[in-house]
């Protein structure tokens, strides 16, 4: 009988082929600091990707946790709030001994990220557990604060010498939105570089931590059937959506100032894009992936002004429908200002303008309060040169169309024409499907948790490297600016859709003669 990796109850359990390869790759002993450490990413995403990967014995053998917030509490206060944000957060319910283990030693440093004294006071957390564990440990610094800490908290890091450790290694995890344009992402960039080397730095984009887009790159290089159609010559178009039935929540603060294009286009969408479009990697390494991915955001023309309201649409929802529940307009939301102009509704058609892609456009459409949370990509295919049973009626003749969706019931689904049993050759469309539930019977880890381990790891592979971000930026920040200086009284007002809706009637008009938006 084979035993599961780390399985905390030390029981053996029944080997399934279906499992296999699902151990977790060896991490060298790390603390790891949190800045922000009481704030909502961190109780909702981060601490329970941390109890998850202690359950399935993927920390490493040492490892120790700081938390480092403005509000002044004792390590036991803090301690709790872990506990309690674990329990109501995490995929699984907590078993008390891995808890309790992983929890025992966790520190609490208070203070502003300005004030010298608490990095005075972090150094002698992380010597503390060094002598302590009688070894060396790496050292993490996670950046979950509000974007204006970023900047202060890799200055105090450098120079209170903690950019460094003699023995050991020492990385920065820098979250979303590394700026908010493509000059405070060039500041950013510099400000980080002057303190840290490249190889240090793990710019997050949880989009990239998820099972099935990584599956994206195993699905193209490594099935020779799809990579001789995956060109201008066989694809039509190709669609990337990523809907949300939810508001806002409590995070007008936050969204208000970024909207939809720069919340999830900007970074998340962009990065879909890149996995349906890059060329093969020489291998699967950092470097190579990036440079692939950097290759295709630099073939992605610039908007320029005349062409933005041609190739970008934005809305707002209004009060609608969702969930089963009245809700309210985005504009009626708490902390929303009465007149917003802020879009909760992003829809672009790109082009990569590469030997590859030329002339196929690639549309991108987000947004809050549709009618249901989806991810997905759709590849439509082009259709049939010449359809020679076309007089008996097969009206249902669609192009073949592969969709991979993200979230939720991932999977991969292809369109197929079929003939409808009986006498007369008429065809209807059918699905193939293959589910990821169903094949690999397991849950997927949640993004955080594979994103934590590799950047404790030092593998930057699912991380977004410095030119990556600019180029993003690049294509968005025109937009951004042609959307804050759009005069309603020349444009007329900012579009709006019901919630729980498919999205504006203004996204139709992006569309190429023929293609269709696929329904939410
Ligand atoms: C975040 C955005 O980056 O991604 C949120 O800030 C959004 O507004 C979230 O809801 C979506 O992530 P997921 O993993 O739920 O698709």
Not at 316 to 345: F, K, M, R
């Amino acid at each position: 009988m084979a035993v599961l990796a780390g399985h905390p109850t030390g029981e053996p359990m029944p080997e399934n082929p279906l499992t296999a390869g699902l151990e977790r790759l060896p991490v060298a002993p790390t603390t790891l600091v949190i800045f922000g450490a009481t704030g909502d990413l961190a109780r909702r995403k981060l601490l329970p990707a941390l109890y998850n990967l202690a359950h399935e014995g993927a920390l490493p053998e040492r490892f120790h946790l700081v938390g480092v917030s403005r509000k002044e509490k004792e390590n036991e206060d803090y301690r709790e709030e872990c506990e309690q944000a674990i329990r109501r957060f995490s995929r699984r319910p907590p078993d008390e001994d891995v808890l309790g283990s992983l929890l025992e030693n966790v520190k609490y440093v208070p203070g502003t990220f300005d004030e010298d004294s608490v990095y005075s006071e972090l150094r002698q957390a992380l010597d503390d557990f060094e002598r302590q564990d009688g070894a060396p440990l790496n050292r993490a610094f996670y950046l979950s604060t509000a974007p204006a800490f970023f900047p202060v908290i890799v200055e105090q890091l450098g120079k209170s010498e903690l950019a460094q450790h003699e023995n050991g290694e020492v990385r920065v995890i820098i979250e979303k939105p590394f700026g908010t344009t493509l000059g405070e992402a060039r500041e950013l960039n510099r400000h980080v570089l002057a303190i840290f080397d490249e190889t240090q730095i793990f710019r997050i984009d949880h989009y990239l931590g998820k099972e099935t887009v990584q599956n994206m790159m195993a699905f193209r290089f490594a099935n020779g059937m799809f990579e001789p159609l995956w060109n201008r010559n066989y694809i039509d178009s190709v669609q990337i959506t990523a809907a949300e039935d939810l508001g806002i929540g409590s995070r007008a603060d936050y969204y208000d100032s970024s909207g939809a294009l720069r919340d999830l286009i900007q970074n998340h969408m962009l990065q879909l894009l890149c996995h349906v479009a890059m060329e093969p990697p020489v291998s699967f390494t950092a470097e190579e992936v990036r440079n692939e991915k950097v290759k295709v955001l630099q073939a992605i023309p610039q908007p320029t002004e005349a062409e933005i309201p041609e190739m970008a649409v934005h809305a707002q929802y209004g009060p609608g429908h969702a969930g089963g529940d009245d809700v309210p307009g985005y504009l009626e939301e708490e902390g929303v200002p009465e007149s917003s102009n802020t879009e909760t509704y992003a829809a672009l058609r790109l082009e990569v303008d590469n030997w590859r892609w030329a002339g196929v456009p690639f549309y991108l459409r987000t947004g809050k309060r549709l009618a249901r949370k989806i991810t997905e990509i759709a590849v439509t295919l082009k259709p049939v040169p010449h359809l020679a049973f076309s007089q008996d009626g097969s009206l249902g003749v669609q192009p073949n169309q592969l969709v991979l969706t993200l979230q939720p019931n991932e999977g991969v689904s292809l369109r197929l024409g079929a003939k409808i049993p009986g006498t007369r050759m008429i065809i209807r469309p059918v699905n193939m499907e293959f589910q990821y539930g169903t094949a690999f019977l397991s849950q997927s880890p949640e993004a955080y948790e594979r994103l934590i381990t590799d950047a404790m790891r030092g593998d930057a592979t699912l991380f977004t490297r410095n030119d990556e971000v600019e180029s993003q930026w690049r294509i968005c920040d025109p937009i951004v600016k042609y959307w804050a200086h759009t005069n309603p009284r020349q444009h007329g007002p900012l579009p709006s859709y019901e919630a729980g809706s498919q999205g504006p009637k203004e996204a139709d008009g992006l569309l190429r003669d023929g293609d269709r938006w696929r329904a939410i």
